[in-house]
């Protein structure tokens, strides 16, 4: 029965494959000077996003030893699916309850 299925699904899905190829029509080409157009103002493009200035780029460093510090009642987690993402580290004598998600 499960083979009878598959042989019909793959007869559906080569028939449509067939049928439905990505034909382009003349009419949808570009010409040669668009072409070219196109593709000088995305080299231009590209060329200044390279080119830019260094004081434009976003500075990302974290240090992974560092981890701020929480007060009583602060948000100290944050709950990613089925996982919990550590936001600070709570002060001393207390501890980040993983229910309400804050320092307790």
Do not use: W
């Amino acid at each position: 029965m499960d083979s009878v299925r598959a042989a019909v699904y793959l007869s559906v899905f080569l028939s449509l494959l067939c049928v439905c190829r990505g034909q382009m029509s003349p009419d949808n080409r570009l010409s040669e000077q668009e072409e070219q157009y196109i593709k000088r103002d995305l080299a231009e493009a590209l060329d200044e996003l390279l080119d830019g200035d260094q004081d434009n780029r976003i500075s990302v460093e974290k240090k992974a030893s560092v981890i701020p510090r929480c007060d009583v009642g602060e948000r100290c987690a944050m709950k990613h699916g089925p996982r919990i993402g550590r936001l600070c580290d709570c002060m001393r004598g207390t501890a980040c309850n993983t229910f309400f998600l804050r320092c307790y």
